[in-house]
């Protein structure tokens, strides 16, 4: 899933250890600029995967994802998600998330899922404190 607090990830070049150990170099990750969740992009997960076994195995401390699988496609997936005017501006929280989380608000409600209605006014109540924040 590349949204994540109410609006698209956006992509970053990261070293990442893998389970075993290794480090994998130009992983490009789909970070949150609002909550700072952060994963591996999905497009790639498999090629990374059999990247940092491949690593694991042959008993290699590091290696670079980009060389083993191509630039362009490391390229293609910083382009798939940019920057956004919460990168760019430094800011956590958009009137946009707020909007949206709110509409997804009206439809749990129409649909009767109190449960994700909770997890939405949960979210609604951490954006108001990361907007209390970012205007300090």
Partial sequence: MDICCGLTM??????VYSEGGVLIQDVPL???PTCRRSQISPDILFDYQMYAYYCETDGARSGSLSKAI????????LEKYPEDIRIQQKIRVIPEQIDNTLDL???ADLIGDD????????RITH??????????
Avoid: P, T
């Avoid at 191509?70 to 997936?77: A, F, M, N, R």
């Fill in 10 to 15: 956006v992509a970053r070049l990261e070293n």
């Fill in 30 to 32: 789909l970070v949150c």
């Fill in 70 to 77: 191509g630039e362009e496609k490391i390229l293609h997936q």
């Fill in 105 to 107: 608000m009206n439809l």
């Fill in 115 to 122: 449960r994700w209605h909770q997890e939405l006014v949960d």
């Fill in 127 to 136: 954006f108001s404190r990361w907007i209390h924040y970012q205007n300090d």
